[in-house]
């Protein structure tokens, strides 16, 4: 595996994992909808993450909780516009990445807004135009697996073998990457987008296997439905559960856990490295 990514002249250093702390500006996120929508609640935000020792901020301005609902491209660029001019005036070396699944908005915001690594929960499904501008972007992209989209994803969601689907999925994308000249990609095998929570839990045992693509692999299960379902609890008491996961991931090859609790997470990886030495 690649131990570094160039993020536009930056180097990040993946010899060991790094958390990506999630900066959400939607007003329907399952866990913290609506909670950062002024100037100085964004700026707090992204101070904080990396205070806490976060490497990137995660800008998600497009919900993609189960049954959300659909807003335009223009609806979401204008809130990541606004958010992005409030990171880069108080923080103008942080390594932004910016959740779209939008070929245009992605080269928008790397080309104007300082952007270092575009997410796409879609991995290019939901825009077809988005693999040859990721390739022209030149800046590293995160590839998740999803199966539908956020509108029907969690509707009896069915696999023969999930480890196995997923594995021909990042195949297909890796072979579809190299021919569009994206030298730095990223897979993110996509907890709780079109699993259960049996299938989940299959991909965070054998979550190992997926380092046969000599890829960094992200996981994203920060107080998600897979912790507090079956605890019948909250997702704001979800952290412990949270802290739980993160573990295991990170001893079955994590490199990026993207999460809302950056302190917590930055110190699971501390104790990790300990069992490492």
């Not at 700026?43 to 806490?52: C, T, V």
């Not at 509707?155 to 073998?161: A, D, T």
């Not at 000599?214 to 994203?220: C, N, Q, Y």
């Amino acid at each position: 595996m690649k131990k570094n990514i160039n993020c536009k002249g930056k180097l990040l250093d993946l010899s060991n994992p790094i958390v990506m702390g999630i900066l959400n500006i939607t007003p329907d996120s399952f866990y913290d909808g609506n909670k950062y929508k002024s100037e100085n609640e964004i700026a707090k935000r992204a101070e904080q993450i990396l205070s806490e020792g976060g490497k990137i901020i995660d800008v998600g301005a497009y919900s993609s909780r189960p049954g959300t609902k659909i807003i335009s491209e223009k609806e979401e660029l204008n809130r990541l516009i606004f958010a992005l001019e409030i990171i880069n005036k108080k923080n103008p070396d942080a390594i932004i990445s910016v959740d779209t699944f939008r070929a245009r908005i992605a080269k928008i915001v790397v080309k104007n807004y300082n952007v270092s690594i575009i997410n796409d929960i879609s991995a290019g499904q939901f825009d077809p135009d988005m693999f040859c501008t990721m390739g022209h972007l030149n800046v590293p992209y995160i590839i998740m697996h999803t199966k539908g989209n956020p509108q029907n994803m969690q509707n009896n969601p069915q696999y023969s073998n999930v480890i196995k689907e997923i594995a021909l999925y990042f195949s297909d994308k890796i072979l579809k990457a190299s021919i569009f000249g994206i030298n730095d990609l990223i897979i993110d095998p996509g907890f709780g987008f079109g699993k259960t929570i049996e299938h989940n839990y299959t991909i965070l045992n054998e979550l190992d296997k997926f380092k046969m693509f000599e890829r960094p692999i992200l996981v994203g299960i920060s107080r998600k439905s897979m912790i507090y379902h079956p605890l019948n609890i909250t997702p704001e008491e979800a952290l412990p559960g949270t802290i739980a996961l993160n573990a295991i991931a990170l001893q079955k090859g994590a490199n990026i856990l993207r999460v809302h609790d950056v302190r917590e997470a930055v110190q699971n990886i501390q104790i990790n490295s300990l069992l490492n030495t």
